[in-house]
T-cell receptor
Framework: AQTVTQSQPEMSVQEAETVTLSCTYDTSESDYYLFWYKQPPSRQMILVIR??????QNATENRFSVNFQKAAKSFSLKISDSQLGDAAMYFCAYRSAEGAQKLVFGQGTRLTINP | NAGVMQNPRHLVRRRGQEARLRCSPM?????VYWYRQLPEEGLKFMVY????????ESGMPKERFSAEFPKEGPSILRIQQVVRGDSAAYFC????????????FGPGTRLTVT
């Protein structure tokens, strides 16, 4: 079974600075998808960014980018120019490309933005 | 374009009562997933349904929990004889038939068992 591990329960960063959230996963599959979701205090789950494992190029969405290291099974999220609205829980998630459609989530990292 | 809708947003039940949680997927979506989030934890998969079919229920507790997604109407997650340990946030997500990679989440239902 696949597992996702986020080793940083909490992180903090100064407004306008850059922060990197870590995620590692375990799988024997070669094709899969990885996601970062944001959960603000409203509890709504918001998709931040998505990466297909077969793509070598790292995904980027505005101030959010990932560092995908397939051999190391690592998938970190970099937030540039941090804003107060970025404060939230961030969850890393895995999904198989075939078969099981479910998302497997990590435990989450609580990100605090200091003004 | 309405997103995934869940109701109620908050539900309080006494031990032993039944809880019914509803999820209306986005328009045009035929796949529904239910996840549970215990306090201070990540989301855990419970069940995956398509219209009138349970596709994967590997995350559902063996007793007291059931789910359905009828041909007409919302998907229902039903918890019978609730216990305090059922207190959690329950999230529904939906995806379109031909692009199941993209799961869109509803706002969740927070269940409190007293």
């Amino acid at each position: 079974a696949q597992t996702v591990t986020q080793s940083q329960p909490e992180m903090s960063v100064q407004e306008a600075e850059t922060v990197t959230l870590s995620c590692t996963y375990d799988t024997s599959e070669s094709d899969y998808y990885l996601f970062w979701y944001k959960q603000p205090p409203s509890r709504q789950m918001i998709l931040v960014i998505r990466q297909e494992a077969y793509k070598q190029q790292n995904a980027t969405e505005n101030r959010f980018s990932v560092n995908f290291q397939k051999a190391a099974k690592s998938f970190s999220l970099k937030i540039s120019d941090s804003q107060l609205g970025d404060a939230a829980m961030y969850f890393c998630a895995y999904r198989s490309a075939e078969g099981a459609q479910k998302l497997v989530f990590g435990q989450g990292t609580r990100l605090t933005i200091n003004p | 374009n309405a997103g995934v809708m869940q109701n109620p947003r908050h539900l309080v039940r006494r031990r032993g009562q039944e809880a019914r949680l509803r999820c209306s997927p986005m328009k045009g979506h035929s796949h529904v997933y239910w996840y549970r989030q215990l306090p201070e934890e990540g989301l855990k998969f419970m069940v995956y349904l398509q219209k009138e079919n349970i596709i994967d229920e590997s995350g559902m507790p063996k007793e007291r929990f059931s789910a359905e997604f009828p041909k007409e109407g919302p998907s229902i997650l039903r918890i019978q004889q609730v216990v305090r340990g059922d207190s959690a946030a329950y999230f529904c997500a939906s995806s379109p038939r031909y692009r199941p990679t993209e799961q869109y989440f509803g706002p969740g239902t927070r269940l409190t068992v007293t």
